[in-house]
RNA sequence: GUGAGUAUAGCUCAAUUGGUCAGAGCACCGGGUUGUGGUCCCGGGGGUUGAGGGUUCAAGUCCCUCUACUCACCCCA
């Protein structure tokens, strides 16, 4: 081929191609969380990537909004690579009125244009399970359980989920006399307070807010951890900020309940960013891997249907970045070899065996064993032997000159070296009997 | 987006103060064994040293720009 007309091939930034052992390291990841899913009576659906813009805009934030992939289509409409998987449920909802309540669950990419990082991708697998037309707390205890015992079944017991609920948030700030206005930029900072600690948070909050003592008295607070019954002692909280914590108070109940409780913790400090939260949040992190972040987030969107319909649709739901989590079993040594070898291979050791080789490959995935015949019939033996040897197949049928002038093949078991002459029309039977 | 660092064969890494420095191991291919693997021995292919400029008699080695990656901040799955 010409030089200049040669392709340089490379791949955008944050994007990644998935080679066998990890992709099928993904595969045995998301199988398992969708086990345990069905196993919660959630249904799956899909989605496109591609909506019109409009239906996905407004909805994250003025950050998020910024983060989409937004484009013309040929068409001239404006469209966007979907950024998550609740806002396309929302529009779902509103569309198809599925009978409440509605539990699906949804494995697929979304874009973010970030800049990427250490589990931080502009293309990811998001795997989100919801309850849609349900209240408080059944709904978003089932979804904060049916998480933790996914991640279970994928193998990962380190990590916690910290909840909080936003009403609850905001009501005390309020009651520390924060205004709503200021409200957001104390958020971020209380969200910092785990990195920064807590000197560095109350001199952000005081230069937004003015006040040192009232930040130094909101982020001791905070940073004390106190448990929900706590809370309440500590704040005097007006009425809606009562609601939320009784509201966030039944939640983690009936995650205990469900046997959760080692799992869960209540934690002020957890805002998260998404604008559509209405109620409880939550956010997951691996104890001793912080670094990918959250791998489990999520809370109750209970505004967000309605932009969509004329009537209010509460809802609940949780993401999990699976990305990370393979990313992170694979860090901590936790993947198992997910290689699915051929078992048997079929050696021609010329042109002239191949057809007889094809002819065996058939009875042989007749027995049931997975098979493939071997493309290089012109290389040696020796070579041919080497590759399956590699590949770890159980079994080689070995086809030469010999073989196929008597009606034979050689049947060599890889495993011990052993190796015997098989009469053709008794492959099928020698094979079955020793698969069960 | 901001700051710092890294960038040599498919992979992991070498190469004195700029001067045979373009190498090793693994991997791959071939031979030793004219029809038999996982050991051993021998040999081989493969890199315009991330890209593009500049300094110099001479640059992988110094300078600039770009790109990618890593770490921190930010944000989150």
Redesign the pocket.
């Known amino acids: 081929m010409n030089k200049q007309t040669q392709i340089k091939p490379r ?1 955008l ?2 994007f990644r191609d998935y080679m066998p052992p990890e992709l099928l390291a993904r595969r045995s990841v998301i199988e398992r969380a969708a086990r345990v899913f069905e196993s919660f009576g959630f249904q799956p659906i899909d989605t496109p990537a591609l909506e019109y813009s409009d239906v996905l805009t407004g909805k994250y ?1 003025e ?1 998020g909004d910024k983060l989409l992939y937004r484009f013309r289509d040929n068409g001239d409409r404006d469209v966007s690579l979907r950024y ?1 998987l609740t806002v396309p449920l929302a529009r779902v909802v509103a569309m198809h009125r599925p009978v409440m309540p509605f539990k699906r669950y949804q494995v697929a990419p979304v874009w ?1 244009a ?9 293309e ?1 697998l ?1 795997f989100d399970i919801d309850v849609v037309g349900a209240a408080p707390p059944v709904a978003d205890a089932e979804v904060v359980i049916a998480g933790i015992s996914a991640l279970r079944a994928i193998g990962i017991e380190d990590f916690k989920v910290r909840l909080n609920h936003r009403g609850l948030l905001n009501a005390v700030l309020r009651s520390f006399g924060v205004s709503d206005t200021l409200q957001e930029d104390v958020i ?1 900072s209380l ?2 307070l785990e ?2 600690g807590v000197d560095a948070v109350t001199e952000m909050i005081a230069k937004t807010t003015g006040s040192v003592t009232q930040a130094g008295e909101l982020t001791r607070m905070v940073a004390g951890m106190p448990g929900t019954a706590e809370l309440s002692q500590l704040v005097k909280l007006d009425a809606d900020g009562q609601d939320s914590l009784d509201e966030l108070q039944g939640v983690m109940g009936l995650c205990r309940a469900a046997g959760m409780g080692d799992y869960i913790r209540f934690d002020l400090s957890i ?4 604008d559509y939260y209405t109620g409880v949040v939550f ?3 691996l104890l001793s891997m ?9 809370g109750r969107y209970d505004g967000l249907i309605g932009m969509f319909m004329g009537e209010m649709v509460p809802a609940v739901g949780i ?3 699976i ?2 989590l393979v990313n992170a079993l694979e860090e901590a040594g936790l993947l198992k070899s997910h290689d699915i070898p051929v078992e048997v291979e079929v050696l021609a ?1 010329g042109k002239d065996m191949l057809e007889p080789a094809f002819a065996v490959a058939t009875i042989v995935r007749d027995a049931g064993y997975s098979c493939e015949i071997y493309t ?1 019939f012109h ?5 041919q ?6 590949k770890g197949v159980k079994f ?1 049928v ?6 196929v002038s008597q009606g034979n093949v ?1 049947l ?8 015997q002459v098989v009469r053709l029309d008794m492959l099928g039977r020698v094979l079955g009997g020793g698969n069960g």
């Open positions: 791949l930034k944050g934030g950050e998550d973010r970030e800049k990427p990082a250490k589990g931080r991708f502009r990811f998001q971020r969200d910092k990195k920064a805002a998260r960013g998404l956010e997951t992190q912080p670094r990918f972040g959250s791998v489990m987030s999520g993401s999990i970045g990305d990370r050791m290089g290389r040696k033996l020796k070579a032997l080497s590759f399956s040897a590699k080689c070995i086809l030469g000159p010999d073989e050689v060599r078991d890889m495993i011990n070296g052993s190796q």
